[in-house]
């Protein structure tokens, strides 16, 4: 009687565990629910996954292309994130012209331009979108070219270096387009 007994509260531990485990596991669908039913028709989005893992960023787009037949891309999105629960948006990503999708890896958001490209990440600390890093080739009256650099642990830097701009642009080319969704 005490083995069944015993067998008994082990299975319903086990399954409050399992289920208690699954409470934190929310499906982004429901999560973002409010802003997805409140987008215009003109509107797409798409989830991009965070390194840190559990719930995606949401992206929202206003206007989306055909970049190939399979993907619909965006130069210019809306993120969002949620934090206990509540829903908020924490910035824009815009690249510039449509040879520029909004792109994304393992790590970060990408936007990109003619003469720029940035990365993105979400920053937990101030629940906001932050530029991780950026390049930015600059001309002056001559045509001479320079470069602004930005990342976190050195701050920007200008230098007639082209090495980490061409680098910066070698990473956005190998990051996935993100595929929006009606």
């Not at 990503?93 to 012209?97: D, F, I, M, R, T």
């Given at each position: 009687?005490?083995?069944?007994y015993?067998?008994?509260i082990?299975i319903i531990?086990l399954i409050s565990?399992?289920?208690?485990?699954?409470?934190g596991m929310?499906k982004p669908?429901?999560?973002?629910?409010?802003?997805?039913?409140a987008?215009?028709?003109d509107e797409?989005?798409?989830?991009?996954?965070?390194?840190?893992?559990?719930l995606p960023?949401?992206?929202i787009?206003?206007g989306t292309?055909?970049y190939?037949?399979?993907?619909e891309a965006?130069?210019?999105?809306?993120v969002?994130y949620a934090w206990?629960?509540?829903?908020?948006?924490i910035g824009t990503?815009?690249?510039?012209?449509t040879?520029?999708p909004?792109?994304?890896?393992?790590?970060?958001?990408y936007a990109?331009g003619?003469?720029?490209?940035a990365?993105?990440?979400?920053?937990d600390?101030?629940?906001?979108l932050?530029a991780?890093?950026?390049?930015?080739?600059?001309?002056d009256t001559?045509?001479?070219?320079?470069?602004t650099?930005?990342?976190?642990e050195n701050?920007?830097?200008e230098?007639q270096d082209?090495s980490?701009?061409?680098?910066?642009f070698e990473?956005?080319?190998k990051?996935?387009i993100?595929?929006f969704?009606?």
């Open positions: 009687m005490k083995r069944g015993r067998e008994g082990i531990l565990m399992l289920g208690l485990i699954g409470c929310e669908e429901k999560v973002y629910s409010s802003v997805i039913e987008m215009s028709e797409a989005y798409a989830y991009v996954e965070r390194p840190e893992g559990g960023v949401l992206l787009a206003e292309y055909s190939d037949e399979d993907t965006a130069i210019t999105c809306r969002y206990d629960g509540e829903v908020k948006e990503v815009e690249s510039l012209g040879a520029y909004v792109r994304y890896d393992e790590n970060w958001i990109a003619g003469h720029f490209a990365q993105y990440a979400v920053d600390s101030q629940k906001q932050v991780v890093k950026y390049a930015n080739e600059n001309f001559d045509g001479n070219a320079s470069y650099y930005f990342d976190s701050g920007e830097q230098t082209p980490y701009f061409e680098n910066m990473i956005y080319e990051a996935k993100v595929n969704k009606r």
